[in-house]
C-alpha cells in the first residue's frame, strides 16, 4: 500500500496552471511550495517503506533458523526423528508382571522438586511401604529385692533394678492401591524375647527377634489370606505396651496363651456383624515344626456395635516331640462393652490343655479389666487376674497365680496419642512360696509388689 502511495504522489503534476487573471509571480510561489511539500512527504513514505521491509525479515528469520538448524548437525545424525517434536506420552518402565509410568514434569526448574514424582519403592511406582517404630522404655521397683534382679512373671518388663528397655519395634507393611501387600515387624529388647521361633536361637542372642513377617492378599468381599509368621487370635491383650490398657502383661497373656503361628490364616466378613477366621500352622510358638502333625485354628467374632464385641477362639494340634500323639487345646473367649462414654470394661478366659504319653494336663484362667477416662488426657485402669495351675503345665510349679494391677496414664498432648506415660503398681501372689526375695526365708516369698513407670513413644501418623 505504501509503494503506491508513493508512485501516485510522483506522477502527481509538479505545478498546475494558473487560474485566469492570477499574476504569474504569485503562481510561481505556489508551485515551489508545493515542491518542497512533495519532497518532504517523499522522504517520509521512503522510511516507512524502510521500516515495513525490517519488520517482514525479522518475522520471517525464526522460520528460516529452524529450517537452516537440522543442517548444522554433525553429519551422519540428523534423520527424520530428530526434527520431531518430543512425544507427549509418559515413559513406561516394565518391571517384571508389573508396569510404572512416569509423567515428566512441567516447566519445574532442577531446584524445584517435581509434584508428578510418583509415589511407590525408589520411585518405581510399586507399592508404598509405611514404616511405623515404637520405643518403650520403664523404670522398675520391686519390694523383694530380688538377688537374680528379674520381677517374676513378668515377660516385657523383667528388669527389677531400675530403668530398662522393654520394646523397641519397626513396623514395616506395604499395602499399596491393590490387593497385595506384606507385613514386619521387627523387635529389640527384653520384652521382644518371646518371639524367638527357630531352633538354636539363643546363640543369636537377645537382639533382634521377628514378631510377624507375613504376605497377605485382600479379596473384594473383605475376607484376607495372610500365609507367614504372625501373632496369634488367641487371647485378649496384645505385645505392644501401648495399644494395653495395663503397661505390664496380664499372666495368662504370659503363661497360657501362644504368641504367634507360622502358616496360613483366613479371615472372612461374614456378615456384617461376624467375623469367621481360619488358621493352618505348624504349632505353636515354633517355626519349625517338631512333628509331622499341624495344628489348626477356628475363631468366630461378633461386633453388634461400637460399643461392644465378643470373640471365641479354638486352636488344636499336636505339640509333642517327635511324635503326633497327645493334643495341645487352647480355648480362650474374651469380650468388650462400653457402659458409659467414659467407663470401659472388659473380660478373658483362657483354658490350655495338653496330653502325652504321662497323661494330660490342664491350666486355666480368668481376667477382668475396667477403664475409665477421667479427662481426654488422664485415664485410671485396673486389672485382676488369676490362674490354676495346679498340675503345673505353665508355670511347672503346682500353684494357683493371682494379680492385681492399677494403672494411671497420662497423655500430655490431647489430640496426640502417640506419646504415653504410665505409672503403675502391681501385686501378684501365690498359694506357694514362688516369688524371689533377697530378704526371705529361703529366698522366695508368697507375694511380689511392683511399682513401675513406663514411657511409650509411637512414630508414625497420629491414627
Given at each position: 500500500?505504501?509503494?503506491l502511495?508513493?508512485?501516485?504522489?510522483?506522477?502527481?503534476?509538479?505545478?498546475?496552471?494558473?487560474?485566469?487573471?492570477?499574476?504569474?509571480?504569485?503562481?510561481?510561489?505556489?508551485?515551489?511550495?508545493?515542491?518542497?511539500?512533495?519532497?518532504?512527504?517523499?522522504?517520509?513514505?521512503l522510511?516507512?517503506?524502510?521500516?515495513?521491509?525490517?519488520?517482514?525479515?525479522?518475522?520471517?528469520?525464526?522460520?528460516v533458523?529452524?529450517?537452516?538448524?537440522?543442517?548444522?548437525?554433525?553429519?551422519?545424525?540428523?534423520?527424520?526423528?530428530?526434527?520431531?517434536?518430543?512425544?507427549?506420552?509418559?515413559?513406561?518402565?516394565?518391571?517384571?508382571?508389573?508396569?510404572?509410568?512416569?509423567?515428566?514434569?512441567?516447566?519445574?526448574?532442577?531446584?524445584?522438586?517435581?509434584?508428578?514424582?510418583?509415589?511407590?519403592?525408589?520411585?518405581?511406582?510399586?507399592?508404598?511401604?509405611?514404616?511405623?517404630?515404637l520405643?518403650?522404655?520403664?523404670?522398675?521397683?520391686?519390694?523383694?529385692?530380688?538377688?537374680?534382679?528379674?520381677?517374676?512373671?513378668?515377660?516385657?518388663?523383667?528388669?527389677?533394678?531400675?530403668?530398662?528397655?522393654?520394646?523397641?519395634?519397626?513396623?514395616?507393611d506395604?499395602?499399596?492401591?491393590?490387593?497385595?501387600?506384606?507385613?514386619?515387624?521387627?523387635?529389640?529388647?527384653?520384652?521382644?524375647r518371646?518371639?524367638v521361633?527357630?531352633?538354636?536361637?539363643?546363640?543369636?542372642?537377645?537382639?533382634?527377634?521377628?514378631?510377624?513377617?507375613?504376605?497377605?492378599?485382600?479379596?473384594?468381599?473383605?475376607?484376607?489370606?495372610?500365609?507367614?509368621?504372625?501373632?496369634?487370635?488367641?487371647?485378649?491383650?496384645?505385645?505392644?505396651?501401648?495399644?494395653?490398657?495395663?503397661?505390664?502383661?496380664?499372666i495368662?497373656?504370659?503363661?497360657?496363651?501362644?504368641?504367634?503361628?507360622?502358616?496360613?490364616?483366613?479371615?472372612v466378613?461374614?456378615?456384617?456383624?461376624?467375623?469367621?477366621?481360619?488358621?493352618?500352622?505348624?504349632?505353636?510358638?515354633?517355626?519349625?515344626?517338631?512333628?509331622?502333625?499341624?495344628?489348626?485354628?477356628?475363631?468366630?467374632?461378633?461386633?453388634?456395635?461400637?460399643s461392644?464385641?465378643t470373640?471365641l477362639?479354638?486352636?488344636?494340634?499336636?505339640?509333642?516331640?517327635?511324635?503326633?500323639?497327645?493334643?495341645?487345646?487352647?480355648?480362650?473367649?474374651?469380650?468388650?462393652?462400653?457402659?458409659?462414654?467414659?467407663?470401659?470394661?472388659?473380660?478373658?478366659?483362657?483354658?490350655?490343655?495338653?496330653?502325652?504319653?504321662?497323661?494330660?494336663?490342664?491350666?486355666?484362667?480368668?481376667?477382668?479389666?475396667?477403664?475409665?477416662?477421667?479427662?481426654?488426657?488422664?485415664?485410671?485402669?485396673?486389672?485382676?487376674?488369676?490362674?490354676?495351675?495346679?498340675?503345673?503345665?505353665?508355670?511347672?510349679?503346682?500353684?494357683?497365680l493371682?494379680?492385681?494391677?492399677?494403672?494411671?496414664?497420662?497423655?500430655?498432648?490431647?489430640?496426640?496419642?502417640?506419646?504415653?506415660?504410665?505409672?503403675?503398681?502391681?501385686?501378684?501372689?501365690?498359694?506357694?512360696?514362688?516369688?524371689?526375695?533377697?530378704?526371705?526365708?529361703d529366698?522366695?516369698?508368697?507375694?511380689?509388689?511392683?511399682?513401675?513407670?513406663?514411657?511409650?513413644?509411637?512414630?508414625?501418623?497420629?491414627e
Open positions: 500500500m505504501l509503494k502511495l508513493v508512485v501516485a504522489l510522483c506522477a502527481t503534476p509538479l505545478f498546475a496552471a494558473p487560474a485566469a487573471g492570477e499574476p504569474e509571480s504569485s503562481a510561481a510561489a505556489v508551485e515551489a511550495e508545493i515542491r518542497e511539500e512533495l519532497t518532504s512527504l517523499r522522504v517520509r513514505l522510511k516507512l517503506e524502510a521500516m515495513l521491509d525490517s519488520l517482514q525479515e525479522q518475522e520471517a528469520a525464526p522460520a533458523a529452524a529450517a537452516v538448524e537440522p543442517a548444522a548437525a554433525s553429519p551422519g545424525t540428523a534423520t527424520a526423528e530428530a526434527t520431531a517434536p518430543a512425544s507427549a506420552e509418559p515413559l513406561v518402565a516394565d518391571l517384571g508382571n508389573r508396569k510404572a509410568t512416569w509423567t515428566p514434569p512441567k516447566a519445574v526448574s532442577d531446584a524445584e522438586p517435581s509434584q508428578e514424582t510418583p509415589v511407590g519403592v525408589a520411585s518405581s511406582g510399586g507399592q508404598a511401604i509405611s514404616f511405623t517404630g520405643l518403650d522404655t520403664y523404670l522398675s521397683y520391686n519390694t523383694n529385692s530380688p538377688e537374680n534382679g528379674y520381677n517374676d512373671l513378668y515377660y516385657t518388663n523383667p528388669n527389677s533394678r531400675g530403668f530398662g528397655l522393654n520394646q523397641a519395634k519397626l513396623e514395616i506395604a499395602s499399596g492401591d491393590g490387593p497385595i501387600g506384606f507385613r514386619t515387624d521387627i523387635w529389640f529388647g527384653s520384652g521382644a518371646l518371639f521361633l527357630e531352633p538354636n536361637a539363643d546363640q543369636i542372642g537377645e537382639r533382634l527377634y521377628l514378631q510377624q513377617a507375613y504376605g497377605y492378599y485382600q479379596f473384594d468381599n473383605g475376607a484376607e489370606l495372610d500365609v507367614g509368621l504372625f501373632g496369634t487370635i488367641a487371647g485378649l491383650e496384645v505385645a505392644e505396651s501401648h495399644l494395653n490398657w495395663n503397661y505390664s502383661r496380664g495368662l497373656w504370659a503363661w497360657n496363651e501362644p504368641f504367634g503361628h507360622l502358616g496360613a490364616k483366613y479371615s466378613p461374614v456378615s456384617d456383624t461376624f467375623t469367621a477366621t481360619f488358621m493352618l500352622v505348624n504349632g505353636f510358638d515354633n517355626t519349625w515344626d517338631q512333628n509331622s502333625g499341624k495344628s489348626y485354628g477356628l475363631q468366630g467374632s461378633f461386633a453388634p456395635s461400637d461392644f464385641n470373640t477362639t479354638w486352636i488344636n494340634g499336636p505339640e509333642n516331640w517327635n511324635t503326633n500323639e497327645g493334643w495341645l487345646k487352647n480355648v480362650s473367649w474374651n469380650f468388650y462393652g462400653m457402659l458409659h462414654e467414659r467407663f470401659e470394661i472388659m473380660g478373658n478366659l483362657d483354658y490350655i490343655q495338653n496330653s502325652d504319653e504321662t497323661g494330660s494336663y490342664t491350666s486355666w484362667g480368668m481376667g477382668g479389666y475396667a477403664r475409665a477416662h477421667l479427662s481426654d488426657q488422664v485415664r485410671l485402669a485396673y486389672r485382676m487376674e488369676f490362674l490354676d495351675d495346679s498340675q503345673a503345665r505353665s508355670t511347672l510349679v503346682e500353684q494357683t493371682k494379680e492385681s494391677t492399677f494403672t494411671f496414664e497420662v497423655q500430655p498432648v490431647k489430640d496426640d496419642p502417640r506419646f504415653l506415660t504410665r505409672i503403675e503398681y502391681r501385686r501378684d501372689w501365690s498359694d506357694v512360696p514362688y516369688f524371689q526375695c533377697s530378704d526371705c526365708r529366698g522366695v516369698a508368697l507375694n511380689q509388689n511392683t511399682i513401675t513407670l513406663g514411657f511409650m513413644w509411637v512414630f508414625g501418623p497420629k
